[in-house]
């Protein structure tokens, strides 16, 4: 065999080698990004059962609403405490338990019986849904090859909205089939609380994936298991002696944030950049798409659209939201953040 064909050979394997690893890379951040499908899921379910719960547990106008919107409440605890639990269980213990309570709670709100019970499932719901909301950028931050983390980061934006779009379609064809959302489908159970048991399938498939995935290398090298860290990245790619070192500059130059850190040094004044941060989130919810993905159902109803057509029209906006989706994530790396 000549050198030239022994080069070409070698070069061969090793291409072959390099996209091995960057599917088992891809795998993991799939893996991790169920969790974002998940939170959209969840998100999304409670439109086009709104009605339903309102006959079902004989609530006011008032009392559906805090039924609907309790979800939130659990939201901020979950993203709240996720990034803590995370650094003392690991970042893949942490998605298993953040995989049990998105079924426990697909379960539950599904069996609920009281209005009051019902508010607690979803409330442990959002908790679920806060954590998700850290814990699979974390990891796919963690994982990801510098090469392909802008990219395989978006895939949870991307997995939100696709969860979105999953649960308005599920709401859909669930009611076609069985008449209603009030109505009564399999085994007895009405159609709105299958509206809900749907979402445990996906469950299943994140609770099944996130036993298979390996722990974050950051956390192995934070904790000093740096012999299993190194084991991962070289199946991730890369040198993995070097990219412990550098994981380990990282996190000997690393601090607990403090709440000083937000203030311009010599002054008491938060930094402008801060406002402008808070003032665009602010702004976001001020469009009102929340009051869509939540009521949507009872919305379009209101303006005349039937119970069938409305929940259609759910689905219409879920689609025009990935739609939208995509251009954003195909330009973010191209021409920066802020234009």
Not at 75 to 86: E, I, S, V, Y
Not at 190 to 215: C, D, H, K, Y
Not at 229 to 255: H, M, Y
Request: hydrophobic share 55%.
């Amino acid at each position: 065999m000549d050198e030239e064909t022994q080069r070409t050979r070698t070069e061969l394997t090793s291409v072959h080698a390099s996209r091995r690893r960057s599917a088992y890379v891809v795998v993991l951040c799939c893996v991790a990004a169920i969790g974002g499908f998940l939170f959209g899921f969840d998100s999304g379910v409670i439109n086009g059962t709104v009605d339903a719960l309102a006959r079902a547990f004989g609530t006011d106008v008032a009392g559906t609403g805090f039924a609907v919107a309790s979800v939130l409440l659990g939201c901020a605890f979950g993203a709240f405490g996720a990034g803590r639990l995370a650094d003392s269980l690991g970042r893949r213990a942490t998605m298993l338990l953040n995989a049990i309570l998105f079924l426990a709670t697909a379960v539950a709100t599904g069996a609920a019986n009281s209005a009051a019970f019902f508010i607690a499932a979803r409330i442990t719901a959002g908790v679920a849904i806060g954590g998700a909301s850290v814990l699979a950028p974390m990891y796919i931050a963690e994982v990801a090859p510098p090469h392909m983390r802008g990219r395989l980061a978006s895939l949870q934006q991307m997995a939100i909205v696709v969860g979105l779009f999953s649960a308005f379609l599920s709401n859909a064809i669930l009611a076609k089939v069985a008449g209603g959302p009030s109505d009564i489908f399999w085994f007895g159970a009405r159609a709105w609380r299958w509206m809900f048991w749907m979402e445990a399938v996906p469950a299943v498939a994140f609770l099944l994936g996130s036993m298979t995935i390996p722990e974050s290398p950051r956390y192995l090298v934070f904790v000093g298991k740096h012999e299993q860290a190194r084991k991962v990245f070289t199946r991730i790619g890369g040198d993995a002696d070097r990219l412990v070192r550098q994981v380990e500059q990282s996190l000997e130059a690393e601090r607990r944030p403090r709440l000083s850190d937000l203030i311009i040094p010599g002054t008491r004044r938060i930094a402008p950049v801060l406002w402008v941060g808070m003032g665009l989130a602010v702004f976001q919810q001020f469009v009102g798409i929340n009051i869509i993905f939540y009521f949507g159902e009872i919305l379009w109803k209101a303006a005349g659209a039937t119970e069938q057509w409305a929940l259609r029209i759910n689905v219409l906006t879920g689609l025009v939201n990935i739609l939208a989706t995509i251009p954003a994530i195909m330009l973010i790396d191209r021409i920066g953040r802020k234009p």
